[in-house]
């Protein structure tokens, strides 16, 4: 019985000395933000807008996961399930570089007031090979394709 309060009181202990510092962190996460220092992401957004790298590298991903399907459909072509393709769509299907260039210009950080008006405004592109995949993969699984947002 004793190990038991004394046990029970050590977990109070690490309580009382970890409360605070959640508690200053969430101070911290609701304090008003400076302006944004965000010069290391300049080169990762110029590199996401205009590398050629970048662009390939795009294609190949959609190429393998083509490549995927049509080996998967080929294999296992008496298998009547349907097929689904699942994706991230932020920054798989859609491009939004320019949002970030935008937060970067502004020398702003990340908020959802300004997140809101970008997708309202709907200028986003898709990244390179993007569309083109899904219109291939949807034809490829012939109509059992479905979108879904979650």
């Keep these: 019985m004793r190990s038991l309060i004394v046990h029970s009181h050590r977990k109070l202990g690490v309580l009382a ?11 911290i996460a609701q304090a008003p933000t400076e302006p944004a220092q965000n010069t290391y992401i300049e080169g990762a957004v110029l590199w996401q807008q ?9 294609y190949q991903a959609f190429t393998l996961a083509r490549m995927i399907l049509d080996r998967d459909l080929r294999m296992n072509r008496h298998n009547k399930k349907t097929r689904a393709v699942i994706v991230d769509c932020d920054e798989t299907i859609i491009d939004n570089s320019r949002f970030q260039g935008m937060l970067l210009k502004n020398r702003v950080n990340y908020n959802q007031k300004d997140w809101t008006e970008w997708i309202n ?19 490829a699984v012939s109509g059992s394709f479905t979108s879904r947002i979650a």
Excluded: D, H, I, K
């Design 17 to 27: 000395l970890l409360l605070p510092l959640f508690y200053s962190l969430n101070a």
């Design 50 to 58: 205009t590398s050629g790298e970048r662009r390939a590298l795009s």
């Design 121 to 139: 405004r709907a200028e986003a592109e898709a990244v390179p090979g993007a569309v083109e995949s899904c219109v291939t993969q949807r034809r």
